[in-house]
């Protein structure tokens, strides 16, 4: 009964792991570019940027409108004080008068209607309107790349908190592998201990280093489990969900590609935003020059009006149509123009030293990566040595432990150096997965699926 209460166990502890999920690297970035808000606000902010330079070009276009007005007068329009009287002539002379009444001189403006339809189409304005164009061109490109910048940082973060998960993971494996050891040599030395081999002090001090190790265990968990839970949240995971991460046995070489200096700068979010601030820049400094030249711009209209003039006077709608140039000239502003074009030069010449500078630390960043790089595959292949001749010194302790001709304490030591050379694996396997991480950001390629 007690064997097959056993099996049950076993088989519901097989297909709980068998159904627990597998994650990639690239299964985690992509859960958390979807559930970020921040990534979601950058998104929005490309698109009000797209619309704003569709608003932008729509200033080549002629400008449509129209326009409409009543007005009650409460009197008429008169010519005439009174009522007139006119001479009237005949070859011999005058002949006597007529009379004009004040009523025929008078025009009907109770109730007046006006209305105008035309177009304003720009013809020359200076190069302004071009460059507000391209202005708004440069913010949604500028748009992009802070999105792009967004993207690299959520990156960053989400790999260093996947290789952290990793990185406790294979700790908490081996602090348990570590305690195993020691907890046989405990086994072994109470043995010794009822042969009259060993001494109880032995025992004590083993005891100690038992306890430790599990001290060491629980810490290692812990750690495991708040690592898990930050990952989770950064994915839109529930902080409890478990999951096994493809790359648990860190058994995958890092291969790092480096791509030219150029390229890398070309790549980089940072580099392209101080570029199209520069662009802005430009595209100001040359719409205040454009405030020193003539504007010039065709105009249409249609116009109608009740009562109207266009053949005699009448209470009745009529229209004309108009088209026309207008024109106009700046010519003097009291130095306004010239300050303001001062300025904007000083603008794009800051702008202009940032993108420089900025190329300049980016540069000395790609080398230092690099070299960190280096310095972390030598140290991974230093440490890979390392094990080999700890694993062979603790061997030896092991038999010459079970010989009896070393005591329990060398026995411990070896253990405590095996277990130090395997920790500081793990810890160099984590840099060079973390300096490759680094570099790649650097370079400007962490924005590319990872390698399978």
Known sequence: MKKNGLLIIAVIASMQMY?????????????????????QMAQESVNAARELKKA???QFLPNFSANGAYTWNEKNLSLLEENAKLPTYSTTGLIGYTVLPKSAMEFDIHNVFAG????????????KILELYHMAKYGENLAQAQQ?????EMLLEVDEAYWRV?????K??????????????????????DEGVATKSEALKVKVKLNEADITVTKAEDGLNLSKMALNQ????????????????LSKETETQMIPIDQALSNRPEIKMLTQAENIAKSNEKIMFSRFLPNIGLAGNYIISNPNSFDGYKNEFGGMFSVGIVANIPLFHFGDRFHTLNAAKSQRKIATLQLEETKEKMQLQIKQCSYKMAESLKKKASTDHNIENAEENLRYATEGFSAGVITSTDLLGAQTAWLSAKSENIDAKIDTKLCDLYLAKSLGTLNQKPKK
């Open 166 to 170: 990793v990185s406790l993971e294979n």
């Open 56 to 58: 932008a070009f729509t």
């Open 172 to 193: 908490v494996k081996l602090a348990k592998d570590y305690r195993n050891l020691i907890a046989k040599v405990d086994t072994n030395v109470s043995v010794m201990i």
């Open 19 to 39: 159904s627990q999920k597998v994650l990639q690297l690239e299964d985690c970035r992509q859960m958390a570019l979807s559930h970020n808000k921040s990534l």
């Open 116 to 127: 105008t339809i035309g177009f304003v189409q720009p013809i020359f304005m200076g190069g």
């Open 148 to 152: 792009e910048s967004k993207t690299t």
């Open 234 to 249: 950064l994915c839109g995971m529930s902080l409890e969900e478990e999951y096994t991460l493809a790359d648990a046995d």
